[in-house]
């Protein structure tokens, strides 16, 4: 994935078990591409960092440039992130082939979150060496337009009550409490690329399976991944120890597949 990383992060040289800095930004830009069906909207930052968020052909995604190097074999990063007043949360962000730069498990809801701008932080686990975190603290532009333009692009709503529901799922994309009775069983799609994932959120219903499934993010954006993982929700179903079936609360799973061709 390519796109402009405008400055190099120099705050690795300083000590310290947590490096910051504050920064103000001007504006977002916003680049369309229409031979591409694209629309990206993006801000470098003094910091070295560069957030963007894209409609890329029908697939939505946000990415950010400029990040200490993952290291080589790794695949998921975290990131954890701040927003104004907001308790600081886990993000799960995967290494593409440019181990600078990584692209988000949820990247609508962020996207959402940053519309109105402000006070953001960014804490990079390990990314100070040494075992030293690197954070950076930034205050970025309202950009309601320039996100907005491409959340429409790719027909996301700009305000939406899932991101409420974001928080409760867990790492293994389960409420606390609720189990798979039959998980999700994706095949590998027809397609030209040896690796690939997807993430899809859906809401459980009274009796425990899936609906209002969507993808959440997907790569290669056309690696029809995405497509795939949705449809293996069609026989999924949870269960909730805790609860009555037939009488389930409504409460949002999510799960990221991981294609890998052997």
Request: proline share 8%.
């Amino acid at each position: 994935m390519r796109f402009r990383v405008l400055a190099s992060i120099a705050l690795l040289a300083v000590a310290g078990s947590a490096l910051a800095q504050d920064v103000t930004e001007d504006d977002w830009e916003v680049i369309r591409q229409p031979e591409r069906k694209t629309v990206f909207a993006y801000i470098p930052t003094s910091t070295g960092l560069t957030i963007g968020f894209r409609c890329m052909d029908g697939v939505y995604g946000a990415v950010i440039g400029g990040l200490p190097e993952a290291p080589r074999n790794a695949r998921i990063r975290t990131l954890r992130i701040g927003i104004g007043d907001k308790e600081p949360h886990d993000s799960r962000w995967s290494v593409t082939t440019d181990r600078t730069v990584a692209i988000a498990d949820y990247p609508a809801s962020l996207a959402r979150s940053l519309r109105d701008g402000g006070e953001v932080s960014i804490l990079i686990p390990g990314g100070g060496g040494e075992g030293r975190n690197l954070r950076h603290d930034l205050v970025l532009p309202a950009s309601s337009a320039a996100i907005d333009q491409t959340l429409t692009a790719c027909n996301r709503p700009t305000e939406d009550p899932r991101d409420a529901l974001l928080p409760e799922i867990t790492e293994n994309g389960l409420p606390d409490g609720v189990t798979w009775a039959r998980a999700p069983r994706p095949s590998y799609p027809s397609t030209n690329y040896a690796e690939g994932y997807a993430v899809v959120t859906c809401v459980v219903q009274p009796n425990g399976a899936l609906a209002q499934c969507q993808i959440e993010s997907e790569h290669p954006d056309d690696g029809r991944f995405g497509r795939n993982a949705l449809r293996a929700t069609n026989d999924a179903r949870i269960n909730s120890p805790g609860e009555t079936p037939g009488q389930y609360a409504p409460r949002m799973i999510g799960f990221r597949v991981n294609y890998v061709m052997r």
